[in-house]
């Protein structure tokens, strides 16, 4: 069974800052960041929280899909920087905007999660126990990021973008993938337990997560970058197939904007015109889960995306996790 976006919506912070508000603040420059990570500038939430943004993109969403928002059965909220560890993002935003009655839930597939969430969408749609989904993904990336850490800093934005999903026609393609053995490679702990009775310490089975400070997200850039480079372009590859297509028979492929150049490199290796790849990581940096929705949006709103397209989306991240999907437009 096919799936139908039928509204989209986005919403970033109006704070923006670019690469030389950076280098006043740690040991950068524009040109290091510029040809390292094709960055110039990213907004950063200024007193509005991970829910407030998503709930502000769902309305745009649900607006453009001429529905009201009480038609809405689930809500499918994608994040790894939620406001609270309970109750869900899905819950916050569904309250914000007023919805009585949904199933609210989060996924946590990190910058991949639009995939994930797109691939649980489709099934509850198929198994006919959601007839109208909304998937919101919302991050708050800067919420985990380390103002002094030069690697890591530069690289994220904050913000928030949303489609509403219902039962469609054609094509329907998904794979997902993970290599949890490489769970260490991005993650922000969490503050570790404390037992009131014992003081007996934790250990987190490897050194670079026992040693990490809590709270800031540590990342082996470098393999990290090796990672998604293969991955990506296995993952269209994959998906393709699946679909009975070429890679070529792609008309469009929205790629989780974390590095140009390893969306340069997926281009090389998938041996496909560059003015197929949508890129905006110069205005946006990564948004983690919310990069794909948000370029969706943009598309969308500029009438570039035309009925039958055939969309790959392809995200990779923490965990690490991987994955893409086809669907017609
Ligand atoms: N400005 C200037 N120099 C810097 C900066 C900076 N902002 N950051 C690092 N450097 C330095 C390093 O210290 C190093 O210096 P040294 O040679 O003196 O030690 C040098 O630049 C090269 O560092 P590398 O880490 O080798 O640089 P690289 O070209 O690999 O780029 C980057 C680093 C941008 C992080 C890259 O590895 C990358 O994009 N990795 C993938 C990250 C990613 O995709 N994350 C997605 C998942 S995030 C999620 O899921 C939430």
């Known amino acids: 069974m096919a799936i139908k976006i039928i509204g989209t919506g986005r919403y970033v912070p109006e704070v923006i800052a670019d690469n030389e508000d950076f280098a ?17 500038t990213r907004h950063i939430t200024n007193g509005v929280l991970a829910f ?13 899909a001429g529905i009201e928002a009480e038609e809405i059965d689930m809500i499918l909220a994608t994040t790894v920087t939620p406001d609270c560890l309970t109750p869900s993002l899905a819950c916050l935003v569904g309250q914000e905007l007023g919805i009585e009655s949904a ?31 909304l998937i919101v993904s919302s991050e708050i990336i800067t919420r985990m990021v380390d103002y002094s850490d030069r690697g890591t800093c530069v690289l994220f934005g904050d913000g928030a973008a949303a489609t509403v999903v219902t039962k469609g026609e054609g094509l329907y393609s998904c794979v997902l993938k993970g290599k949890p053995q490489g769970a260490v490679k991005i993650f922000t702990k969490l503050p570790e337990p404390k037992n009131p009775f014992s003081d007996k310490p934790f250990d987190w089975g490897y050194n670079e997560m026992n040693e ?11 393999d990290v970058y090796k990672f998604a480079t293969v991955a990506m372009p296995e993952a269209v590859e994959l998906a393709a197939e699946q679909a009975g297509l070429k890679v070529e028979d792609l008309d469009l492929i929205i790629p989780h904007q974390a590095n140009i150049r390893i969306v340069q490199t997926a281009i090389k290796r998938l041996k496909l015109p560059a003015e197929r790849f949508y890129i905006n990581i110069q205005d946006f940096g990564n948004i983690s889960s919310a990069c794909i929705p948000l370029a969706l949006s943009q598309l969308d709103e500029q009438g570039r995306l035309k009925k039958g397209d055939k969309i790959c989306v392809v995200g ?5 996790t ?6 017609e437009w």
């Open 24 to 40: 006043k603040i740690v040991d950068t420059s524009d040109e290091w960041i510029t040809t390292r990570t094709g960055i110039k």
């Open 316 to 320: 990779f991240g923490a965990g690490l």
């Open 52 to 64: 407030q943004m998503g709930a502000k993109a769902s309305e745009q969403a649900i607006k453009r």
């Open 103 to 133: 199933a609210c839930m989060d996924l946590n597939a990190a910058c991949a999660g639009y995939v994930f969430a797109l691939d649980v969408a489709q099934k509850y749609l198929d198994s006919g126990c959601a007839k109208t989904i």
């Open 212 to 222: 990490a400070p809590t709270g800031y997200m540590q990342m082996a850039g470098n």
């Open 322 to 327: 991987y994955g893409a999907s086809i669907f």
